[in-house]
């Protein structure tokens, strides 16, 4: 690594150590009560995946340069040279962590790994050492935002085919709009992902609550976080700003994507509309009573996986439980509850880099697959793209043998019409 | 389209949910030499809005896109 390089990503380095930042960096007692708390320890058992380790590989660049005894007796504290090798175990840490914050949960001093991978990710960014799926993925969701005029017409073409599955869902009146587009003064702008998947069920129940809404030009998952770019991140993050601004709504509706709805609830800042869950708007339609749901549709039992980023991280845990309670009679919980739920391990862009991932995913997520076993279920049911696809993975891997569903493709399923 | 065209590759995505159909194509627009056409399949209504923006971002060149039903089907030249 020539001097400028380290020179420029030091720079970076020195841009997140805020109050916070600083305060994981230094606390860390090598207590140990992290280690069983990683999904990737506790299935693979090696040393390196111990969170309290993959801290440490950022720690020591952080005493190295950071810290005047570190910098002058390098020895003492294992102060480490940012160089081409500590790029490789920077990208090691990074990438087999999915930053669920199980560990952060456990740690007494509440440090938490996935920030201080942050920066592991971001000096990746800075090298061009970073996976460049993600970024590809990121700079062609920023394209989109620059470029709206150029595909909004065929855009809306597409959008219009996928109606009549919205209408085999649930009937509307003659008239009406299956997916409502580029509506001003919609009530909610519903912001999906780019499959049909994403886009007709949860059409489908919108209908049949009667809410004034509209559908986003844009997908909700922003690469830019998986890849740890915060300034790629907040791009993708601004389109969907500036749209639910422009159309005037009072709600921004994130479909089920874990990371698309932690960043817009946590780093949109204050806006005039509030950020929901699309879970969060199901069970709220559930208890005013402007959808019913035949309960008698399920039969077994169901279990829910809660993803990381939106449960742990995103505090929408009673939520999904109250739709399910509305869906069957069978419901039962993993162990451990859902503060200290096994993350499924496809989060952090593990899931979006496919197959070059699927063996260690496998590997490092038993944990989860025998969590799932143990509740004999034969139905899982989660509310994240990425985690649907790894339970999936797992289902597939470990031969479960059960049924992994969307909870937003459970509720347009058993929707009652009146 | 073939005969007014040359295709250099065709690629079946069909079926295959977002991000897939990107990635896929970003992979497959470098197995042809720079300036080939190659003609891509897609189910994904993402993609109409995908394909034109990473083409943009990676400075390839989308000649054409014809919709039949459900399936999209772009035809993209190598640029760079």
Redesign the interface.
């Known amino acids: 690594m020539d001097p400028k390089t380290r020179e420029d990503l030091l720079k970076l380095f020195q841009g997140k150590l805020n109050e916070a930042m600083t305060f994981y960096l230094e606390t860390c007692t090598r207590c140990g009560v992290c280690i069983e708390a990683c999904h990737v320890y506790a299935s693979m058992g090696k040393v390196r995946y111990i969170a309290a380790y993959r801290q440490e590989i950022v720690r020591r660049i952080y005493k190295k340069y950071f810290k005047a005894r570190g910098n002058v007796w390098p020895s003492v504290g294992d102060a480490k040279e940012l160089n081409d090798m500590a790029l490789e175990e920077l990208y090691e840490a990074a990438y087999s962590c999915t930053g669920c914050r199980r560990c952060m949960v456990y740690c007494p001093f509440g440090i938490d790994t996935q920030m201080i991978m942050s920066i592991a990710k971001l000096l990746l960014v800075g090298a061009h050492s970073e996976p460049e799926?993600l970024t590809?993925?990121a700079?062609?969701?920023?394209?989109?935002g620059k470029?709206l005029d150029?595909?909004k017409e065929?855009?809306l073409?597409?959008?219009k085919?996928?109606e009549k599955d919205v209408v085999k869902k649930w009937k509307m009146e003659a008239g009406g709009t299956p997916i409502p587009m580029d509506v001003q003064g919609a009530d909610l702008l519903f912001v999906a992902?780019?499959?049909?998947?994403s886009?007709i069920p949860t059409a489908a129940i919108f209908n049949a609550a009667g809410e004034n809404w509209t559908l986003s030009?844009f997908?909700a998952?922003n690469?830019g976080a998986f890849v740890g770019d915060p300034g790629r991140t907040q791009l993708i993050l601004d389109r969907i700003v500036k749209e639910a601004k422009r159309l005037k709504v009072k709600e921004v509706c994130i479909c089920e994507c874990g990371t698309a709805f932690r960043v817009m609830k946590q780093l949109a800042g204050k806006q005039p509309f509030k950020v929901s869950s699309v879970t969060e708007v199901h069970a709220r339609y559930i208890k005013e009573g402007r959808i019913q749901l035949d309960r008698s549709l399920l039969n077994g039992v169901v279990t829910y996986h809660d993803p990381c980023q939106i449960a742990r991280n995103g505090d929408v845990i009673d939520a999904p439980r109250y739709i399910l309670k509305h869906l069957t009679n069978h419901f039962r919980e993993m162990s451990p509850d859902p503060k200290y739920n096994w993350c499924c391990g496809g989060g952090g862009g593990l899931v979006?880099l496919?197959e070059e991932t699927l063996d260690f995913r496998m590997k490092s997520s038993k944990v989860k697959a025998d969590q799932i076993k143990r509740t004999e279920a034969t139905t899982v049911v989660t509310a994240c793209e990425n985690c649907h696809t790894q339970l999936c993975n797992l289902n597939d891997h470990y031969q479960m043998g059960v049924d992994v569903k969307f909870l937003s493709s459970m509720v347009a399923d058993a929707l009652v019409q009146k | 389209m073939s005969e007014e065209m040359k295709i250099a590759k065709v690629m079946d995505l069909k079926g295959l949910p977002c991000p897939m159909p990107i990635l896929k194509v970003n992979k497959g627009i470098k197995e042809v030499e720079i300036g080939q056409v190659i003609e891509v399949w897609s189910t994904d209504p993402g993609s109409l809005s995908d394909f034109p923006s990473w083409a943009r971002t990676r400075g390839h060149q989308i000649l054409k896109t014809d919709q039949n039903g459900d399936v999209t089907r772009f035809y993209v030249q190598r640029i760079v």
């Open positions: 799926i590809l993925l700079d062609t969701s920023i394209e989109k470029s150029i595909f065929s855009f073409t597409g959008i085919k996928l992902l780019a499959g049909a998947h886009i030009f997908e998952v690469f979006a496919g």
